[in-house]
């Protein structure tokens, strides 16, 4: 079992910035790739940005150029650094961790959510 968790959310005005953290722990595991997603009421979860253990990432076309994922493997941890946040951008955010445990079986994990307000 493998649980996440986020922090890191908050409320900024537009234009300003946040990190979001998520820490993954447990035994016998291995991540293959974490990564960002949000969901606002009534709409469906999306991608925002993912990484592999080895370094590659993805970013939705609406945050490319603001938003930077980075990840610490040491610590199985994965960073959003959020810049130039928009009101569109309000909404919670979900870890997700690709997991692999000791029989090379892959899981997808997900952490709580963590809320973002981005005030106009």
């Known amino acids: 079992q493998v649980q996440l968790v986020e922090s890191g959310g908050g409320l900024v005005q537009a234009g300003g910035s946040l990190r979001l953290s998520c820490a993954a722990s447990?035994?016998?595991?291995?991540?293959?790739?974490m990564g960002w997603y949000r969901q606002a009421p009534g709409k469906q979860r999306e991608l925002v940005a993912t990484?592999?253990?080895?370094?590659?990432?993805n970013y939705a076309d609406s945050v490319k150029g603001r938003f930077t994922i980075s990840r610490d493997n040491a610590k199985n941890t994965v960073y959003l650094q959020m810049n130039s946040l928009k009101p569109e951008d309000t909404t919670v955010y979900y870890c997700?961790?690709?997991?692999?445990?000791?029989?090379?079986?892959?899981?997808?994990?997900w952490g709580q959510g963590t809320q973002v307000t981005v005030s106009s």
């Open positions: 997700n961790a690709d997991v692999v445990n000791y029989r090379g079986y892959n899981y997808n994990y």
């Open positions: 990484i592999t253990s080895g370094g590659s990432t």
């Open positions: 447990g035994s016998r595991f291995s991540i293959n790739a």
